[in-house]
């Protein structure tokens, strides 16, 4: 899948959550993309935005995706 591909899906779901405060919009956007995407569509996509940067988003997918990167990548103890 493109990375194209995945910016839009990505900002589709981020339309969707559009309209929720903020805090639940961020969570249901980061949830339904940890929970309906895989793994290597995640990664692909937080790897383009690391390299290329993440204007292509909409706000509330950037909040989302930082959560989701923090949340995956944590370090474990």
């Not at 995945?6 to 959550?17: D, E, K, P, V």
């Not at 993309?33 to 790897?47: D, S, Y």
């Amino acid at each position: 899948m493109s990375v194209k591909d995945l910016i839009f899906m990505a900002n589709q779901i981020g339309s969707f959550f559009e309209h929720y405060p903020w805090e639940e919009g961020v969570e249901g956007v980061a949830n339904h993309i940890k929970k309906f995407w895989h793994p290597m569509m995640r990664e692909e996509l937080l790897r383009y935005c690391e390299e290329h940067g993440d204007q292509e988003l909409t706000p509330m997918v950037r909040a989302a995706l930082e959560r989701l990167r923090a949340e995956l990548y944590e370090e474990k103890p």
